[in-house]
């Protein structure tokens, strides 16, 4: 179980390696050691007095990345080690690409320790490569091993019983939801672009068998702005996260829903990720004097293909994330609207209200929504 000693609760670990440099390409390509560099720039931003340590990230065990992948997939990947091409059209692997895949997977499960521990209640993974796309068999997306799953896993193995992985990438994680389709430990929830890479993540996809519920695909149409994406986790997300009441949460932090995204075509802005956050922890279980009870919260980079909004949504989130974990609560910003007002999700377009209702009404049979 999560413990509370020695939390350090005013700032966060950070997880980073200059292995994660070492995962290139041969030829241009939108997962570039730059996206890392942006995402750096986003930390070094940050109030100089807001406290960080960096964990020294370690390789994933054998056994660590089995839990989340097949044997025969692990063995495959080994055996790229030190060489060059490709594991599909997508996904390019150098030299030094696999070894920066188990560092990056082996800097999740660093990170959950450290939540676990109670020795920060927020950690921050700049992983590359990134993991959602990664199957239990499969390399695509450009990911390679599901850092995320890695990490829930990770959890699950040291006793906790309820982990949620809360997917905000403009792509649907199809590697995340096919690992836990059937694991009512893990719950998984997805807002992404749809139609899109990898066209999975419909709505009506919402587990099997005891994981039958806790499968969350929350699909919209290209153009969702942020009041779109507040009213999504307004109305579906925060309180199916909420009566969840997970023990740790791991965000797969994407930011390619911003609307200077090459790759993508929604329309959110690099304040929208901070609001986003703030929803999701008002969501996380409190105590009876109204506060919230140590939950450990681990934001974990995905996707985010122009440089600059990558940084700005980054630093956006951990400026929100720094402020609620701290008992400061959300950060005071003149254009955001008050959380549950009305203002929060107005004049959604026919389509995207269309969409959000057809997915609370599935949702319904399994959650209490309004």
């Known amino acids: 179980m999560l413990q509370t000693h020695n939390a350090m609760n005013h700032g966060f670990v950070l997880v980073d390696d200059e292995l994660f440099d070492a995962h290139q390409s041969e030829s241009m390509h939108p997962e570039r050691p730059a996206r890392l560099q942006a995402a750096r720039q986003a930390v070094a931003a940050l109030d100089p007095s807001i406290p960080r340590r960096v964990l020294p990230a370690r390789d994933a065990t054998h056994e660590e990345l089995a839990r989340a992948h097949t044997e025969a997939y692990i063995q495959r990947i080994d055996q790229a080690a030190g060489l060059t091409g490709h594991f599909d059209a997508d996904t390019y692997y150098g030299e030094s690409s696999v070894a920066a895949a188990r560092r990056a997977a082996g800097g999740s499960i660093a990170l959950v320790d450290q939540l676990m521990a109670g020795d920060a209640r927020l950690g921050v993974g700049l992983l590359r490569p990134p993991g959602h796309h ?197 950060a005071s910003r003149a254009d955001r609207p008050e959380l549950g007002s009305p203002s929060a999700s107005h004049g959604l377009s026919p389509v995207h209200e269309r969409e959000l209702r057809q997915v609370a009404e599935l949702q319904r049979q399994h959650w209490l929504l309004g």
């Not at 091993?145 to 959890?155: E, G, T, Y």
């Not at 792509?171 to 139609?195: K, R």
């Not at 009041?227 to 949460?249: C, G, H, K, N, Q």
């Not at 919260?297 to 720094?322: K, N, P």
């Open 134 to 330: 990664a199957t239990q068999d499969r390399a695509m997306g450009f990911c390679i091993f599901n850092n995320a799953a890695v990490a829930a896993c990770h959890a699950r193995a040291k006793g906790l019983e309820r982990v949620a992985i809360v997917d905000w990438d403009v792509h649907h994680g199809n590697g995340t939801e096919a690992i836990f389709y059937s694991d009512p430990n893990v719950l998984y929830v997805s807002v992404h672009q749809a139609p899109f890479y990898p066209g999975t993540g419909a709505a009506s996809d919402r587990g099997s068998g005891a994981g039958r519920g806790y499968t969350v695909n929350i699909p919209l149409s290209p153009g969702a702005d942020r009041s779109v994406y507040t009213a999504a986790f307004e109305r579906i997300v925060a309180p199916i996260v909420s009566e969840y009441a997970p023990e740790l949460l791991l965000i797969s932090a994407g930011f390619d829903a911003h609307r200077q995204d090459p790759l993508a075509a929604m329309r959110l802005d690099d304040t929208s990720y901070g609001i986003l956050f703030e929803q999701l922890f008002a969501a996380l279980p409190r105590e009876a004097g109204g506060r919230s009870k140590p939950v450990g919260v681990g934001i974990l980079l995905e996707g985010g293909y122009h440089l600059d909004a990558l940084a700005g949504s980054l630093r956006s989130t951990l400026e929100a994330a720094v402020a609620c974990t701290s008992g400061a609560g959300p």
